[in-house]
T-cell receptor
């Protein structure tokens, strides 16, 4: 069963528009949640993480995400995107019972157009 | 801080040859390193987890004799693709986890393997 679902495979937006990339997870145990960004032909860079505490987490490059336990979601948001935000974004989860085993969603390609 | 170096970034080889990919944590000790494979336009699939000084744990469906993993020190893990074939062509990415109880993985820049 898929543990992490990214609902949109592609999200095109115009520069300076707000964006939300959706992520839902399924788990019966506690989870740790992550968003990573991947630029073409590169590895992954950590944008932000939720381990515990405040459900609204702020990351690099102006991104933020909110952990919603009741809706099992961890959507990524940015109020105003730049051309340079064009990249692939991956939501990932570590289940408390799985050690450090990261499970990734399918990815969302964000394309910011001028 | 937390830099992971992966080398080479790109390799082209003939079918039947072996290729070694290195993953180094430059400014921290990595008790655990992970190897992923990524096909075009797809997500990352975990291949194996390697702990320093012990045998790697492979995911189901990954051939351990095909993908040899060595984690001889706290800063270096290697993945050797033995007798590579065109179907092994892919993007391979490593990650490293500092310490024992941390949940954050830092990723290398990846290696593009093309087998002719």
């Amino acid at each position: 069963a898929q543990s992490v679902t990214q609902l949109d495979s592609q999200v095109p937006v115009f520069e300076e528009a707000p964006v939300e990339l959706r992520c839902n997870y399924s788990s019966s145990v506690s989870v740790y949640l992550f968003w990573y960004v991947q630029y073409p032909n590169q590895g992954l860079q950590l944008l932000l993480k939720y381990l515990s505490g405040s459900t609204l987490v702020k990351g690099i490059n102006g991104f933020e995400a909110e952990f919603n336990k009741s809706q099992t979601s961890f959507h990524l948001r940015k109020p105003s995107v730049h051309i340079s935000d064009t990249a692939e974004y991956f939501c990932a989860v570590i289940k408390e019972t799985s050690g450090s085993r990261l499970t990734f969603g399918e990815g969302t390609q964000l394309t910011v157009n001028p | 801080g937390a830099v992971v170096s992966q080398h080479p970034s790109r390799v082209i080889c003939k079918s039947g040859t072996s290729v070694k990919i290195e993953c180094r944590s430059l400014d921290f000790q990595a008790t655990t390193m992970f190897w992923y494979r990524q096909f075009p336009k797809q997500s990352l699939m975990l291949m194996a987890t390697s702990n320093e000084g012990s045998k790697a744990t492979y995911e189901q469906g990954v051939e351990k004799d095909k993908f040899l993993i060595n984690h001889a020190s706290l800063t270096l893990s290697t993945l050797t693709v033995t007798s590579a074939h065109p179907e092994d062509s892919s993007f391979y990415i490593c990650s490293a986890r500092p310490g024992v109880a941390g949940h954050i993985q830092y990723f290398g820049a990846g290696t593009r393997l093309s087998v002719l």
